[in-house]
């Protein structure tokens, strides 16, 4: 049985919801060996998955834990989830903007991921920052201060948890309805009624071209439609990283400066307001323009940074002990011209080289090192000029890094 389901994929065919009942949750129960999953996910990711087969994984993966239930949080509950990219810190920025405008933010985010950052980790740089929070504690916090960013409950998609081990050291992670009912299974359950999501495209995220994200996109909106959550994606660029900072703590700071209205202009502040507007649209049924007026306006008025504050402060954090790396290298530019290019790719394996991620799923993270990028693209450089600084003790070659920018 186990060999005749692998076989019917592997020939192309469409599996029935029993069938991938069966295999998956064998899986789980040990009956399934890993060599025969991996064999299926592989098969899956040639042979791709009918709307169906997507529907009824996406089921199977919901239905091997608990699902929240918000109803009882007054308003629209609106969830957001990016794809995963380097230096993108913007549920540190939206969450607090959306919920400063009355819309209720119950964000469950990740831990990084290969080379790419995830907020949980972020958060974690910020000393006394409680991320497990009980299903409990968390309905507490939105009804009194509307928005709490958590880490996702341990019985929350426990299938996809394994699946998703699995699937990372057996390439077999880019297929479009693997990723689609992965994170669609984790949003259904996590109970917002409306989900925003933000696919990253190009060198430094999963899928590479417009037609995979578009793919993936259309899916999860039909996904969506099936669970009768209205599901909205954007399609941003991840050829650079966003923003100037990557690593953990760099990234809270960047996060505060933006909340502040000290950093007004770049790549991140677009996809932060642009994100943040999407959200607020959904959740109070309003267009995206009235909602863009909106949000400029709970930045400008710091009511956004408050409520960041607030967030932390009832997590338990504080922001005045967030700690950098002591020790700074310079890395200058060894010619005039204008930035091109920063590889997103590149820079994300080097902040993870430094300690700003994990290689091994044990490994401790170095909160305080990082890479803050003086320079972003479209700007002027002089020879001599600082285009970014190593926050680490390891000294890096400066050829290495001044490589890493396209400078013309
Ligand atoms: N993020 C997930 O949670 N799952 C995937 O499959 C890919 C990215």
Known sequence: MIVDIINKKRLGRALTYNELNYFFNGYLKGEVK????????????????????????????????NVLDFSDIPGIKVDKHSTGGVGDKTTLVIAPIVASLGVPVVKMSGRGLGYTGGTIDKLESIPGFKIVLSDEEIIKQVKEIGVVVTGQTADLAPMDKVIYALRDVTGTVSSI?????????????????KILIDIKVGKG???KTKKDANKLSQLMIKIGKFYNREVRTIISDMDVPLGHAIGNSLEVLEAINILRGKEKKSNLVDLCIQLASEMVSMGKGITVEEATVLVKKSIKNLSAYDKFLEMIEYQGGNINEIKVNKKVQKIKSSKYGTIVGIDALEFGKLAVSLGAGRVNKEDTIDYGVGIYLEKLVGQKVRRGEVIAKIYSDVKLDQ???ENIFVIE
């Open 399 to 401: 050829d290495f890094v």
């Open 34 to 65: 890993d060599y025969q999953m991996s064999s299926l996910l592989m098969a899956i990711c040639i042979r791709g998955m009918s709307d169906e087969e997507i529907f009824a994984l996406t089921k199977i993966f919901i239905e091997s834990g």
């Open 177 to 193: 309805p693997l990723i689609a009912s992965s994170i669609m299974s984790k949003k259904i359950a996590s109970g917002a009624d």
């Open 205 to 207: 995220a999963l899928l």
